[in-house]
Structures are given as C-alpha cells and as structure tokens.
C-alpha cells in the first residue's frame, strides 16, 4: 500500500532490470578505467588524464548510488558485492592520479605508480556479477521477487571529494 500522491515501490521485474543496466554500464566505465589505468602508470601528463579520470570517478559514484534497494536475497546478494566493486573502481582512480599529481616528490610513489596494473580482483568479480545475470536471462528472468540492495560504505564520497 502507498500513501497518496507516492508512486507505488518498483516491481521486482524493474529492479532486476535496473540491476542488469547498472551493470551492463559499470562493465563499459571498467573498460575505460582499466585504459586509463595503463596511461597512469605510465605516467602520462595529468594535464591529459584528469579530464578523463574526474568523469569515470563521478559515473562509478552515480552508479553505486542507483543500486536497487529491496528485501530480495538474490539481489542483496549481487548489491552486496557490486557497492563495494564501485567504491573500489572510484576510489583506485582517485588514489591514483592523486599519486602521479604528486609524483615528483618521491620515487617511492613512481614505484608504485609504476606498479598499477588495472583495477584487479574487483574488476574480475564485476565480470562474474555481469556473467550471472546475463546467465539468468538467459535461463529467463527472475521473477516474483521484490526488490533489493544494501549501500555499504560509501568510498565514493571520499573519491569525488579528492
């Protein structure tokens, strides 16, 4: 039951659907993290980077706050795990061109620019995330379910503040 004037919760096929948009685009934004990753690391010129990291940081950020929220297990389950993927990516991208802003004043920081080899293990779980749901609708989508996710911490407003 609503109140008069709310719109009714969405239905469990919307936010699986929203679910499988939120990552289908987390993936693409993955893709483009990881490119800028390498020029990071290869200490390309802030001047270059910046203009392309500060949007990637932000769209991660955005994401992770659309996350469905419901009492459905399975959907907790994938939110449970996708929240924190997005902090990571936002949070990795912010750390690092931090780090090659700074880089001139320790070579302890060019090491470990240097070192920067992608997004790691998270980027492989936002891959399985995506291979499952694509599984699903494969096998036809989940339904009778009512809408789900949890918000975690938020590395995100950490991220979009640096």
């Known amino acids: 039951m609503t109140r008069d004037g709310?719109?009714?919760p969405p239905s469990s096929e919307e936010l699986w659907g929203e679910l499988r948009r939120i990552v289908a685009e987390a993936v693409i934004w993955q893709d483009k993290a990881e490119e800028l990753l390498v020029d990071i690391s290869h200490r390309e010129p802030?001047?270059?980077?910046?203009?392309?990291?500060?949007?990637?940081?932000?769209?991660?950020?955005?994401?992770?706050?659309?996350?469905?929220?419901?009492?459905?297990p399975a959907i907790r389950r994938i939110t449970d795990v996708l929240g924190p993927v997005l902090d990571h990516h936002a949070l990795m991208l912010n750390s690092s061109l931090d780090m090659l802003a700074v880089d001139w004043r320790s070579e302890r920081i060019v090491a470990e620019l240097e070192r920067i080899e992608g997004?790691?293990?998270?980027?492989?779980?936002?891959?399985?995330?995506?291979?499952?749901?694509?599984a699903a609708?494969?096998?036809?989508?989940?339904?009778?379910?009512?809408?789900?996710?949890?918000?975690?911490?938020?590395?995100?407003?950490?991220a979009a503040a640096g």
């Open 6 to 8: 709310e719109p009714p």
């Open 46 to 72: 802030l001047a270059e980077l910046a203009p392309r990291g500060g949007p990637l940081i932000r769209r991660f950020c955005e994401l992770r706050m659309r996350l469905p929220v419901s009492d459905d």
């Open 119 to 134: 997004l790691g293990a998270p980027a492989a779980r936002l891959e399985r995330i995506r291979e499952e749901l694509v």
């Open 137 to 158: 609708v494969s096998r036809s989508a989940p339904g009778g379910r009512a809408g789900a996710a949890g918000s975690g911490s938020d590395a995100c407003s950490t």
